[in-house]
């Protein structure tokens, strides 16, 4: 089955400073990658996804990059805030001809954005 | 307004009570799904349900039960809660009409501890 390994699990940064967070995944199928925002006390809420037929997407001040051939995707910040402050989470699953496997999230990333 | 309403947010019970997790989705959507969160913040998937009396398990074994008699409604219940069973509770819903599966939205989660 599938398995994604999400690194760091903590990242500080101060406020202006740009943020990375990767991940890895084992299944060549996988052809869908989100990334999920959870504040303190929230729930999580997705902020950017990303589809295999894409190397590259963009909103804003957040990016998602991805490398089929290697397996690995990550999520770019830029010009942090203190409101990026949180838990991140990326995750992958695959979908074909109508049916859709379960995503399969990483561990999680806390970022803390120093003012 | 559309959305996924947990209830309750907060539980503290005894060892060896029977509960009841409720949530509810106002998005139109066919797939529920039910996850634990533990304080090390990883989301594991418990129960996912496709459809009105369609209830699969999830990754992670739980010794809870789900149902799904309406589109709308998939509680979680726990026959004898046990210490083990204290963790943040998140349930989530895809695929509305035309949204794809792939895309989850959560609710609020429930708090649950047990003493």
């Known amino acids: 089955g599938e398995n994604v390994e999400q690194h760091p699990s903590t990242l500080s940064v101060q406020e202006g400073d740009s943020a990375v967070i990767k991940c890895t995944y084992s299944?060549?199928?996988?052809?869908?990658f989100p990334w999920y925002k959870q504040e303190l006390g929230k729930r999580p809420q997705l902020i950017i996804d990303?589809?295999?037929n894409v190397g590259e997407k963009k909103d804003q001040r957040i990016a998602v990059t991805l490398n089929k051939t290697a397996k690995h995707f990550s999520l770019h910040i830029t010009e942090t805030q203190p409101e990026d402050s949180a838990v991140y989470f990326c995750?992958?699953?695959w979908g074909y001809g109508g049916s859709q496997g379960n995503l399969i999230f990483g561990k999680g990333t806390k970022l803390s954005v120093k003012p | 307004e559309a959305d996924i309403y947990q209830t309750p947010r907060y539980l503290v019970i005894g060892t060896g009570k029977k509960i009841t997790l409720e949530c509810s989705q106002t998005?139109?959507?066919?797939?529920m799904y039910w996850y634990q969160q533990d304080p090390g913040m990883e989301l594991h998937l418990i129960h996912y349900s496709y459809g009105v009396n369609s209830t699969e398990k999830g990754d992670l074994s739980s010794e809870s039960t789900v149902s799904r008699i309406r589109t709308e409604h998939f509680p979680l219940t726990l026959e004898s809660a046990r210490p083990s069973h204290t963790s943040q509770y998140l349930c989530?819903?895809?695929?509305?009409?035309?949204?794809?599966?792939?895309?989850?939205?959560f609710g609020s989660g429930t708090q649950l501890s047990v003493l």
């Open positions: 995750a992958a699953s």
């Open positions: 990303i589809r295999s």
């Open positions: 998005m139109g959507h066919d797939k």
């Open positions: 989530a819903s895809s695929g509305g009409p035309g949204q794809t599966l792939e895309k989850l939205f």
């Open positions: 299944d060549s199928a996988s052809n869908y």
